[in-house]
Structures are given as structure tokens and as C-alpha cells.
């Protein structure tokens, strides 16, 4: 979700959040023989971005979509209040030119941008934001991919067509990373079921004001854009924006090779290392911000604490759930899966975000150790049969259930080390490889023992911390929600509170590492690996991309759009990448930002100690 990138992709994703594979195929809408490939395109080299596209996308409907690619485009096709800058990914001015918190930190004043509008002509104004966040607080359906970020928030209100109000409950330290995309009440207001078919609709989510608007989308096959000419930043430099959506990895990159694509992401070690020096094909491997683990199903409840699902029993036990934590070895995942193109994980805070990460200390880490999580399990009393596979207290064998993604080659691998690795402490697998849906629509249902997933995060902490949170859990129907484990905590729920009221960023960073602490004692999830985002494109078609961050950071998956909206053709000039914008002017309005915000008693990440440098 990112949201999710959950995975169970980025799936319910990252936001959803948040755990929350870009492959590739086909290009026009027209499908060849064999593997998808794209046909030749007839248009001027450059003037349309072909990008291959492997992960799923459950909706377009930005209060809804939580995989991954679908938060994407709406990255793509709204503005949002502030956005992460290219250069460090700090919060810097987008739909909101300036801001101000009052001296009790409560209430937010956002000042609107003047001369926006809506891809149909109508004028964008404080009203949109403030029917984004009050559809938000009203309807249960609207806060299924970003609703933490109103959880805290009394009232939204405007005083005029460019002034946004926003007072809290509390003090909320997270308030210049509202990752939530704007929406035109003009066009959603009337729309009263959020789940309707209709809200995943052209004529609904076609009316944007981000640097490109959706124009057509085919499930399965691919995704259009157009580029939005009236764009406050100014106009992309490409014309066009396609998705053409792959089946398979392999025929990704042939369609690279082929010329079929300008760009790809989500590659494997092994097709990264073969595209690197071939001519015409510029490769980028940068530090990623998601990461990938294992959950556990320790007992799934909705957000009412009704019990969902169909757990096996033995993972409610914190011994048995240690012990696999114990039986996993991420250092050969980093070694084997990913090539050496990854870091060791630990918790749910990239080590990207340097102010934030957490690992835990020798007494207090789950190490690779099968001898010990063997001696563990012997002494609760799960003892091995003839077949080598433990029974539980109930007298029934220990075979889980473990649900990944077919698409990804790294879900394909790591499932078979995982198997291997449980057996050797007695636990059975029963792999089940879906599709990303199925992996979400199981996941957040409750069904599954097992699950590879993984989120994109923000630089803000507050969204990675807020996928283990009580109201993150799904409804009683198992859907909805944006739960990364359907963890439910009391000791995590004061941190997690306690961090999101702290604006000193010092004090923030220890309350911020003692949750994760917490949630790792509890071992509900294993933290795998930090992903490199490995990428490739075509040089003779596309001179530069803008990263985040700047100059190392990532192209595709950013938490923003700078890698599209700076796509600069081979042979035009290069778009700035000063940070944020090209333009002196917006500059200008940052340095107006950061003194009203010092003097209206605001805090944040403008303050905090700049990182090497994301939402999924």
C-alpha cells in the first residue's frame, strides 16, 4: 500500500502504509504474440516517457488506491499541500506557497497558491483541501490510505478562497508532511460511496492539477498521461506519460534493450548487473526508502477488536514467533537475493532516514541462531514428529501458510529460503504465490500465517510508525484499513502519541526509536532488507531524470513527482535541480516560508538535521 509499497506490495504500502517490482510489456494498448512487447511507437523520440510497470494497481481513486503504483499516480495527477524537495526531501512549498503555526502549536494557517486550476478550467482554492480533509474525518472509506494524518485534527475550515485553517487536537509534529493528495470538491463531492466503481472512473479521476493527468487506463495493459501545460512549476518537458504494464521481468528489459521503453525500476541484481555498460542504457542504483519483511499473523483484529481470519494458533505465541525471527538470516538475503544491492534490516525506519533509524543492541537482537530458536521451541513444548515438523500444544503439526507475490523474483527466491530455513527448526511451509490483489485482499482479511510484504516511508517517521497502530487495523470485514501487521499495543500506542505531539526533533528521535524497539520485542514482523532501487533508461532518448535526492537519490519511486516532471529529453536543456523547482522565484517564497514558520513558534523538518535522503 504507500504508500503503500506494501507488499503485500506496498500493499494495504505502505499507507498501507506503506510494506506498502516494476516490471514490464506492452505498449499502446496493442498486444503481441508470446511475451508482451510494445510496438514500435509513432511519435517523435522523447516526447512521450514509456515506463515499464510490474506492480499492481488496485484503484485510481486517490482515498483508496494504497499499492504502491496506484499512490503514484496520484503523486502524478494532484497537487499536494507540501512536498518533499528533490534536493533533501525536506518539506518544501507546493499547493501551499506559505505557512504559519500558532504560538500553541495547535492551529496552521496555509496560504494557497493563486492562479492554480483544475485540468477542466476551474480554479483551485482553499475549499478543495479543506473537503479533502473534512471527506477524510467523515467518511471511514476516505481515510483508507492516509487517514493517520487526520486522526488528530478538531476542525478544517477556510476564511477565504486561498486561506486553509487547520486546528488540532493536539500538538502535531508531523503537519509540513501531510502526504495527501488535494482533490476538486467539485468533482467528488457529489460522489457519495467512496467504493463505487465510479471513483476508479476517467471522467472522475481525470481532473487533477498535478504536472500530468491520467487520460486512459486499461487494466493489465497500461496507463496514460498526458502533461499538464498549465503546470504552476511550469510544463513537463515530454508530452506524454505511459505506463505499459509488464507480465514479466524478463520481458521488461528486453523491451529496454528493444527501445520499447524509456525507463524501468524494481530490477533484479542480476538484470541490473547485465544492463550496466550496454550502449545507450544508463543504469542507477541509489538508496532506497521501503523495505521488505515477514509478518506474522499473531492473531488478526479489525479496528474493533473483533477477531479476523484464520491464524494458525501457534503463531499467538511470542516463543514460537521469536523463534522464527531467529531461524531467518536477512544477511543472505542482502548476499544472495539482492546481489549485495541492499542493507541488512533491522526496523521500520530506513537507515536513509538517519535521525530516525533504530537497531537493536546485542541483548536485545533476534540474530540468525536455528540452534536457539530449536532449544526454544523444545522447551515451550512443541515437539518434532517423525517427520521432523513440530506439533503445538493442540496436538496439531506447525505448517504455515506463506502468502508472497508471484510477480516478484524476490519473493520467488526469499520464499525458498525462508521454507528451508523454517524446517530446520521444525516449522512447515506451504508457499502460495498470488497475485499482488490477492496478496492484499489475504493480508488484510486475516488469512494468511505468513506474509512477504514491505512499505515505502516518508521521511517523516510518523506514517512507518503508523502502520503498527490500533486504527490502522482493517474493518470488521476485513477491508480497508492501512495496518502493516494488525499490531495493537498500548505500550506502542503512548509512543506512538507521545512522538507525534514532540516537535523537538532531538526529543522526537529517542521516543521515535523506543516504538520501534517495542515492536521488534514483540517479533510480529521481520525486517528483511532496505532495498537499492535499482533503475535503468535509455540515454539516447533521455539526457537526465531529477532524483531524490539530488544527485544520488532515486528516479521512479520518489515521494513526489520530480523524477517525471524533470524527465529532460536527449538534446533539450537540462531541467534544474536546484531542489524543488527550476524557478528563482520559488526560492524566494522558501526563504519566506522558513521565517514565518520560525516566527509563528513552528518547528519542523526545516530544522532537523539534513539526511543523505521518502512516503509507499
Known amino acids: 500500500m504507500v504508500g503503500k509499497t506494501r507488499s503485500t506490495w506496498f500493499t494495504k504500502s505502505a499507507k498501507r502504509r506503506r510494506v506498502r517490482a516494476f516490471v514490464a510489456v506492452l505498449a499502446t494498448g496493442m498486444l503481441a504474440a508470446g511475451p508482451f512487447a510494445a510496438p514500435a511507437q509513432a511519435q517523435q523520440p522523447g516526447k512521450t516517457l514509456r515506463v515499464a510497470i510490474v506492480t499492481g494497481i488496485n484503484h485510481l481513486n486517490p482515498f483508496t488506491g494504497d499499492l504502491l ?3 503514484q499516480i496520484a503523486r502524478l495527477n494532484y497537487e499536494f499541500l507540501t512536498l518533499p524537495s528533490s534536493t ?10 506559505t505557512w504559519s503555526n500558532s504560538a500553541d502549536k495547535l492551529t496552521w494557517t496555509f496560504h494557497i497558491r493563486h492562479g492554480m486550476k ?3 478550467g476551474r480554479p483551485v482554492t482553499a475549499k478543495d483541501a479543506a473537503f479533502t480533509f473534512n471527506r477524510m474525518l467523515t467518511d471511514a472509506t476516505a481515510r483508507t490510505v492516509n487517514g493517520s494524518y487526520v486522526t488528530n485534527f478538531a476542525s478544517v475550515t477556510t476564511t477565504d478562497d486561498y486561506t486553509l485553517v487547520i486546528k488540532n487536537k493536539v500538538p502535531q509534529a508531523n503537519m509540513l508532511a501531510i502526504d495527501v493528495p488535494i482533490v476538486p470538491e467539485h468533482v467528488w463531492a457529489p460522489i457519495k460511496d467512496l467504493s463505487s466503481a465510479e471513483t476508479d472512473s476517467i471522467p472522475v479521476i481525470g481532473v487533477g492539477d498535478g504536472p500530468f493527468i491520467i487520460t486512459d487506463y486499461k487494466p493489465g495493459e497500461y496507463v496514460k498521461f498526458k502533461a499538464n501545460k498549465d503546470y504552476w512549476r511550469g510544463a513537463p518537458k515530454v508530452d506524454n506519460v505511459q505506463w505499459l504494464i509488464f507480465k514479466d521481468a524478463e520481458a521488461a528489459v528486453s523491451a529496454l534493450q528493444n527501445n520499447e521503453v524509456d525507463i524501468i525500476n524494481r530490477l533484479t541484481p542480476t538484470q541490473f548487473n547485465t544492463l550496466k555498460g550496454q550502449p545507450n542504457i544508463t543504469t ?10 515477514i509478518i506474522m499473523n499473531f492473531g488478526a483484529e479489525s479496528s474493533t477488536n473483533t477477531p479476523i481470519g484464520d491464524p494458525n494458533p501457534a503463531l499467538k505465541d511470542i516463543r514460537v514467533r521469536k523463534a522464527i525471527a531467529q531461524a531467518i538470516d536477512p544477511q543472505t538475503i542482502v548476499d544472495r537475493v539482492m546481489g549485495g544491492y541492499a542493507q541488512v534490516g533491522t526496523s521500520v525506519v530506513p537507515p536513509i ?5 533504530w537497531a537493536p543492541s546485542p541483548a536485545e537482537k533476534l540474530g540468525f541462531d536455528p540452534a536457539a530458536a530449536n532449544a526454544a521451541l523444545d522447551q515451550a513444548g512443541y515437539p518434532k514428529g517423525a517427520d521432523g515438523i513440530r506439533s503445538g500444544p493442540d496436538g496439531k503439526k506447525v505448517t504455515l501458510r506463506l502468502v508472497a507475490h508471484a510477480s516478484r523474483a524476490f519473493d520467488q527466491r526469499t520464499t525458498e529460503y525462508i ?4 524446517k ?16 492484499d485482499a489475504r493480508t488484510t482479511a486475516g488469512n494468511f500465517d505468513l506474509a512477504i510484504s514491505g512499505w515505502g516511508t516518508s521521511p517523516d517517521p510518523d506514517y512507518a510508525l503508523s502502520l503498527q497502530t490500533c486504527a490502522s487495523r482493517p474493518n470488521a470485514d476485513g477491508k480497508g484499513g492501512s495496518s502493516d501487521t494488525s499490531f495493537c499495543d498500548t505500550q506502542f500506542e503512548s509512543l506512538y502519541k507521545q512522538q507525534a505531539t514532540e516537535f523537538d526533533p532531538v526529543k522526537r528521535a529517542v521516543i521515535v526509536k523506543e516504538a520501534q524497539a517495542r515492536l521488534y520485542s514483540q517479533a510480529v514482523n521481520v525486517v528483511l532488507d532496505y532495498d537499492n532501487a535499482l533503475e535503468a533508461y535509455r540515454s539516447d532518448n533521455f539526457s537526465s531524470f531529477m532524483k531524490q535526492p539530488e544527485p544520488n537519490g532515486v528516479i521512479l519511486e ?3 513527482y520530480w523524477g517525471y516532471w524533470g524527465a529532460t529529453p536527449a538534446g533539450t536543456a537540462t531541467t534544474s535541480a536546484s531542489g524543488s523547482d527550476s524557478h528563482t522565484g520559488l526560492w524566494i517564497g522558501i526563504g519566506v516560508v522558513v521565517v514565518l514558520v520560525l516566527a509563528g513558534g513552528g518547528f519542523f523538518v526545516v530544522s532537523r538535521r539534513k539526511t543523505s535522503d521518502d512516503r509507499e
Open 353 to 357: 532516514f538517519a535521525d530516525y533509524t
Open 558 to 560: 520518489q515521494t513526489g
Open 88 to 97: 533533501n526531501t525536506e518539506p518544501a512549498p507546493a499547493l501551499a506557497e
Open 424 to 439: 530446520s527448526i521444525g516449522i512447515g511451509v506451504t508457499p502460495q504465490l498470488v497475485s499482488d490483489d490477492d496478496v
Open 284 to 293: 542507477n542504483s541509489a538508496p532506497g526508502h521501503r523495505y521488505n519483511e
Open 118 to 120: 483544475w485540468s477542466d
Open 69 to 71: 503504483a496506484s499512490t
Open 419 to 422: 521454507t528451508g530455513w523454517l
